[in-house]
């Protein structure tokens, strides 16, 4: 059972590493440029064209691997806004504690209970963002939802002897969080990055897929809308239909596996109650 665990995480690492690897060599890739047309619209896979043509006449697989770096950093770059705004408030108010705790917990009360995803549909509507803006506008809501979440650890952590021990010391605060408190979140927040990265990445796809993105931007979404709007079902187009939707769906799922052999890992009984 174990080996097999670690050929799954393995594969997984590499599935991530070759996307990673993908995303930055998209140029030496293909010679095509994904906005530009370059042959016939709808054109079959061919020897010139491995993935055929879309209607504008654009080379398929350049925009295939051009939207790789789409939906990786939505995936990464958001992840790792969500987890700083989350570890850092987080970590200041369960550690500090009082007054300003309990302020700013009931305003993130209310802000929790504001849905999600409608609200992030509002905000790229009002700012029809570019790639980094959409990146930090997912970041920032699902920090604030994370708050909370390294808030009540951090409320254990720093009641735990070897804390008390530090602070006896002579330790400071600063000190304390920057070197004890944050290194024990360490699990938690390798988890909740591989898993806030697999959901913003699907994300990115259903914007895509919805129009609100920049049209400028090349995205895996967009590719199956417009392959929808122009009889990717009807006339047979997979070539243009079915290799976005591969696309996301593999790297879902080795994101997917990561986290779980991640939180497995830190969390031993996960492990036991599978066997």
């Not at 440029?33 to 350049?62: F, N």
């Not at 300003?100 to 305003?107: A, P």
């Not at 939707?245 to 599978?274: D, K, Y």
Request: charged share 10%.
């Amino acid at each position: 059972m174990a080996s097999k665990q670690r050929i799954l995480l393995g594969l997984a690492l590499s599935i991530i590493a070759v996307y990673v690897i993908i995303a930055i060599a998209a140029p030496l890739l293909t010679p095509y440029s994904p906005m530009t047309s370059c042959g016939p619209p709808l054109q079959s896979p061919g020897p010139d064209h491995l993935l055929g043509t879309d209607d504008l006449g654009r080379d398929i697989a350049a925009e295939l691997v051009y939207g790789t770096r789409f939906a990786l950093v939505i995936g990464f770059a958001g992840a790792a806004i969500a987890v700083t705004i989350s570890a850092t408030v987080g970590i200041a108010l369960g550690y500090t504690g009082g007054r300003t705790d309990e302020v700013c917990s009931r305003i993130i009360d209310v802000m929790m209970a504001i849905p999600q995803f409608p609200l992030l549909l509002v905000l790229t509507l009002f700012f029809t963002p570019g790639l980094f803006l959409i990146a930090l506008i997912m970041g920032v809501l699902a920090g604030i939802h994370g708050i909370r979440l390294i808030r009540s650890q951090v409320l254990s952590t720093s009641q735990a002897p070897f804390i008390e021990g530090v602070r006896g010391l002579g330790a400071g605060d600063g000190y304390i969080m920057r070197h004890h408190i944050l290194p024990a979140l360490g699990p938690l927040l390798s988890v909740k990055f591989v898993s806030t990265a697999q959901h913003f990445m699907v994300i990115g796809v259903g914007l895509g897929f919805l129009g609100l993105v920049d049209p400028n931007v090349t995205d895996w979404g967009q590719m199956i809308s417009r392959a929808t709007q122009y009889g990717g079902f009807s006339l047979g187009l997979w070539w243009w239909l079915v290799p976005p939707g591969i696309a996301i769906t593999v790297i879902s799922i080795a994101l997917g596996v990561l986290g779980t052999r991640t939180e497995e890992a830190n969390n031993p009984r996960l492990t036991l109650a599978r066997m």
